[in-house]
């Protein structure tokens, strides 16, 4: 079965500062991969996903990730956050016969003046 | 979240009693999945929906729990004796194609 690795639990952030999440996924081929954004009392909120092709994929608010297949990773960045990227921010993966999205545990970004 | 509602927003309940929660998708999906998300958790896949039939129950927790959607369109979880940690927000999800668009939740809480 796939799994979903999300190393920081908490990332604290300048505002104006440059922004990586880190995700790891365990699959036997390529997964179709996913981001998510959940802000207080708001649903979630897709970002970006990658199913194939370029490895570099650009999302909205700014937001890339870059699909790396030898390190199993998937990486969110975005070169400079705002107060308003503060939110809970969840990698998963579809694939490997489940029909379900498998996600990570999340990390929680705190954005600092 | 994107062509989804869900109902009540907030629902609580006592241990042992029957809940029914409800998805109505604002737009004619075929796919449709229920999720739980636990405190401080990601979501967890429960039940997944092509039309009107379950095609993947596999991620249901125990026999307790039931999602029916007999016109291929609203769905309903049903959680029978209930208790303290059913606690948790579900979520159900529509996916026109691979993508799965989400609605806001249910927060159920079991006093």
């Known amino acids: 079965a796939q799994s979903v690795t999300q190393p920081d639990i908490h990332i604290t952030v300048s505002e104006g500062a440059s922004l990586e999440l880190r995700c790891n996924y365990s699959?036997?081929?390529?997964?179709?991969l996913f981001w998510y954004v959940q802000s207080p009392g708001q649903g979630l909120q897709l970002l970006l996903k990658?199913?194939?092709?370029?490895?570099l994929v650009q999302g909205i608010k700014g937001f890339e990730a870059e699909f790396k297949r030898s390190q199993s990773s998937f990486n969110l960045r975005k070169p400079s956050v705002h107060w308003s990227d503060a939110a809970e921010y969840f990698c998963?993966?579809?694939?490997?016969?489940?029909?379900?999205?498998?996600f990570g545990k999340g990390t929680h970004l705190i954005i600092q003046p | 979240g994107a062509g989804v509602s869900q109902t009540p927003s907030n629902k609580v309940t006592e241990k042992g009693k029957y809940v029914e929660l409800r998805c109505d998708p604002i737009s004619g999906h075929t796919a449709l999945y229920w999720y739980r998300q636990s405190l401080g958790q990601g979501p967890e896949f429960l039940i997944y929906?092509?039309?009107?039939?379950?095609?993947?129950d596999s991620g249901l927790p125990n026999d307790r729990f039931f999602a029916v959607r007999p016109e291929g369109s609203v769905s309903t979880l049903k959680i029978q004796r209930t208790e303290r940690g059913d606690s948790a927000v579900y979520l159900c999800?529509?996916?026109?194609?691979?993508?799965?668009?989400f609605g806001p939740g249910t927060r159920l809480t079991v006093l």
């Open positions: 929906f092509q039309g009107t039939g379950a095609a993947d």
């Open positions: 990658y199913f194939s092709g370029d490895t």
């Open positions: 998963a993966v579809l694939g490997g016969g489940a029909d379900g999205l498998t």
């Open positions: 699959y036997g081929a390529t997964p179709y």
């Open positions: 999800a529509l996916a026109p194609y691979n993508e799965q668009f």
